[in-house]
C-alpha cells in the first residue's frame, strides 16, 4: 500500500515537472542572429549622458560583452528628447588600462540620430568608447558642427559563459527523462 501510493507521489511530480519545464521552455523568446535598434536607446540598462540639451545614450546588445563575440553598439543622441537630424559621428575605442586605441570608425552621416555600430571586442578587459558627434542645429546653434561633441562610455568586456537554450534543452530533456525512467524502474523493481 505504502509503495504504491510512493510511486503515485513520484509519477505525479514527475509530470508536474515535465509540464513546467515545457512551460518555461515555451515562455523563452527565440534567439535572434541581428538586433537592429528602430527606437531611442534611451530606457533601462542604457547609460546616459547630458551635455547641454543634449542626451547621449549608449547600450550594447549583448548587454555582457566577451571577447569574440559579435557586439552592436546602439547610440541615441537626443535635443530636447528629439530625434537629431543629420548627424557626423565617429567613434574611438580603446583599451583602457593601456590606453591603446583598437579602433577607430571615421565620421559618417547618420539622417536620425539612433546609430548603431556592430564591433567584436578582442581582449577581455575594460574598453572606453569615445562617440564624437558633428551637427548642426535649423536654428543656427553651430557650436557642435565646428567642434565635435565627445561622450565617453565604458564598457567591460568579461568572459561570458551563457550556454545557448537550444543546448540546455538537448541537455536537460534527456537527463530529466531518464531520471524519471531511473526512478520509476527503481519503484518497479522494489515491489
Known amino acids: 500500500m505504502r509503495t504504491k501510493r510512493l510511486q503515485k507521489v513520484v509519477v505525479n ?5 515535465f509540464v513546467i519545464a515545457m512551460v518555461a521552455v515555451a515562455a523563452v523568446p527565440a534567439p535572434q542572429k541581428e538586433h537592429t535598434a528602430y527606437a531611442h536607446t534611451v530606457g533601462t540598462g542604457s547609460s546616459i549622458r547630458n551635455i547641454d540639451n543634449y542626451q547621449i545614450a549608449f547600450q550594447s ?5 566577451s571577447a ?6 546602439h547610440f541615441s543622441i537626443l535635443e530636447n528628447n528629439a530625434y537629431v537630424n543629420n548627424a557626423h559621428v565617429a567613434l574611438q575605442i580603446k583599451e583602457k588600462e593601456s590606453g591603446k586605441i583598437v579602433e577607430q570608425v571615421p565620421y559618417k552621416l547618420y539622417e ?29 546653434n553651430q557650436k ?8 565617453d562610455f565604458d564598457i567591460p568586456v568579461r568572459q561570458t559563459t551563457i550556454v545557448p537554450i537550444n543546448d540546455f534543452i538537448i541537455t536537460a530533456v534527456p537527463f530529466a527523462a531518464a531520471l524519471a525512467g531511473g526512478i520509476v524502474f527503481m519503484l518497479k523493481r522494489a515491489r
Request: aromatic share 12%; proline share 6%; net charge negative.
Open 61 to 65: 546588445i549583448p548587454t555582457s560583452a
Open 13 to 17: 511530480t514527475t509530470i508536474t515537472f
Open 144 to 151: 557642435y558642427l565646428t567642434n565635435p561633441m565627445v561622450v
Open 112 to 140: 536620425f540620430s539612433d546609430i548603431t555600430i556592430p564591433y567584436t571586442f578582442q581582449n577581455n578587459t575594460d574598453y572606453e568608447i569615445k562617440l564624437l558627434a558633428r551637427m548642426s542645429d535649423d536654428g543656427g
Open 68 to 73: 569574440g563575440q559579435n557586439t552592436s553598439l
